[in-house]
């Protein structure tokens, strides 16, 4: 489990394994029913007291950290990587990492499958860029520019996790949970909403997550001026 301040050393610790991303949700405490292929989290709400140092852990999912405004180390395998602000970090499947968080006041951590990058990337994405499953790469610090183009807004991960709970809650009547089987689209109407885009795709599921967005609405008038 993730402690606070009662740390100890990363040589002092057993190693966590997640195999899945649901492995992820069990560690921090988080509900999750079903298993996904794809999440965002907010850093900050998941990790409320800073500084924060992290166990040892062994994940086979890629992540991707974007920090807007934050600082701290990402330890992996053996190697050391101080970040700051407009920092973008990846790490691929297999390997051995830890983190310390000196301050984390907007960052966000992307999850997302081998599975998941097959399915709505490309087929054969691996053979292509082999690089995705073998390299190592240092955090990068993005230029304001560059920062733009990678950034997602709290308000985007947040109105995520809202979509997601309350498909969970309409499960629960006996109903379809179709965030879970979408994950990506609904992040993807987040951002259109959050940014007052028109959502421009035939797909037909992102026409049920729209009536799934208004009805979401329509059941939280009181708690939706940010969206």
């Known amino acids: 489990m993730f402690v606070g301040n009662n740390y100890k050393t990363p040589l002092q610790m057993e190693t966590i394994v997640h195999h899945k991303i649901s492995d992820l949700y069990k560690t921090l405490g988080l509900p999750l029913e079903q298993e996904i292929d794809f999440t965002i989290m907010s850093i900050p709400d998941i990790h409320p007291q800073i500084p924060f140092k992290s166990p040892k852990l062994r994940a ?3 992540s991707f950290i974007l920090t807007k405004e934050g600082s701290g180390t990402y330890y992996l395998d053996d190697n ?10 990846f790490t691929n499947p297999g390997h051995l990492k830890s983190y ?3 301050e984390a006041k907007e960052a966000l951590i992307i999850t997302l499958t ?5 399915e709505n990337v490309h087929l054969e994405i691996f053979s292509e860029f082999p690089f995705l499953l073998a390299e190592i790469v240092p955090p990068k610090k993005l230029s304001n520019n560059e920062f733009e ?14 979509l997601f709970r309350f498909s969970q809650s309409k499960k629960e009547d006996g109903k379809d949970a179709l965030v879970n089987k979408r994950s990506f689209d609904v992040f ?10 028109e959502l421009c795709s035939n797909d037909g599921d992102l026409g049920k997550l729209e009536n799934l967005y208004q009805e979401w609405l329509s059941s939280n008038q009181n708690d939706t001026s940010d969206y």
């Open 60 to 62: 086979d999912y890629f």
């Open 80 to 89: 050391k990587f101080p970040y700051s602000s407009q920092t973008f970090y």
């Open 100 to 102: 310390e968080l000196k």
């Open 114 to 118: 081998e599975k998941f990058l097959r």
């Open 149 to 162: 183009e990678f950034e997602i807004s709290r308000d985007i991960a947040t109105l995520s996790s809202h």
């Open 188 to 197: 993807h109407l987040a951002t259109a909403k959050c940014n007052e885009l």
